[in-house]
């Protein structure tokens, strides 16, 4: 157990509705990362919060987004749902805001759009 | 176009037998590169994290070799056991500078250990 947790651990929407995953980090963790598990792409960067701000941004859609609350739990937003949004959304946590601090992972939210 | 290249995407080996994971990768400037297992279904767990200047590091049975000239890495697995079944993915991350945090994941190879 990494000590992050997701939820829900399941969802199944249909194809344009809007959804919301939720992420509670470490104990002590400031920061806070998304990835997106697929199957045919593996694991992307999403976009990465420290303390309530926005630290990077990877390969985030614009119908994606994001934030990180004073008691630093975080929500990824996804709307306009389409087929290929469904994958395995992964909430990892760090320490500090920079890539050379560990991270860990979540048990991930997986997502179905039908 | 995928910087990180892993290779076999998949391997079955037999229990107790040792194997070897390559990652290439073309990310540039480099800060790190990270090993991780993945179990199915389930959150990835970091296994090593190498900086430009260390060329191996071991976590128990997993040794992981950096070699910056050639931007290589490899992920040695010794005694192989059941619960080693696995996917392995390196990860690069690209921050010189701690002013982004661009991190660039292999496709991951598919480790099968039989008995």
């Known amino acids: 157990d990494s000590g992050v947790t997701q939820t829900p651990k399941h969802l199944i929407t249909a194809t344009g509705q809007r959804v919301t995953l939720r992420c509670s980090p470490r104990s002590g963790d400031l920061s806070v990362y998304w990835y997106q598990q697929s199957l045919d792409q593996g694991l992307q960067f999403l976009i990465q919060y420290y303390n309530g701000e926005e630290r990077a941004k990877g390969n985030i859609l614009e119908r994606f987004s994001a934030q990180q609350f004073p008691d630093l739990h975080s929500e990824l937003n996804l709307s306009s749902l389409e087929l290929g949004d469904s994958a395995l959304y992964f909430c990892a946590s760090s320490v500090g805001g920079a890539v050379s601090y560990e991270q860990y992972f979540g048990p991930g939210t997986r997502l179905t759009v039908t | 176009k995928n910087q990180v290249e892993q290779s076999p995407q998949s391997l079955i080996i037999l229990e107790g037998k040792n194997c070897t994971l390559q990652?290439?990768?073309?990310?540039?400037?480099?800060?790190?590169l990270r090993w991780y297992k993945q179990d199915t279904g389930r959150g990835p767990v970091s296994l090593t994290i190498?900086?430009?200047?260390?060329n191996t590091k071991s976590n128990r049975r997993y040794t992981a070799t950096l070699d910056a000239d050639t931007k290589q890495s490899s992920l040695h697995i010794t005694a192989s056991q059941l619960s080693d079944s696995a996917s392995y993915i390196c990860?690069?991350?690209?921050?010189?500078?701690?002013?982004?945090?661009?991190?660039?994941f292999g496709g991951g190879t598919r480790l099968m250990v039989k008995p």
């Open positions: 990652c290439n990768y073309t990310v540039s400037p480099f800060s790190n």
């Open positions: 990860v690069v991350s690209r921050d010189p500078n701690n002013a982004g945090n661009m991190l660039t």
């Open positions: 190498m900086t430009f200047s260390e």
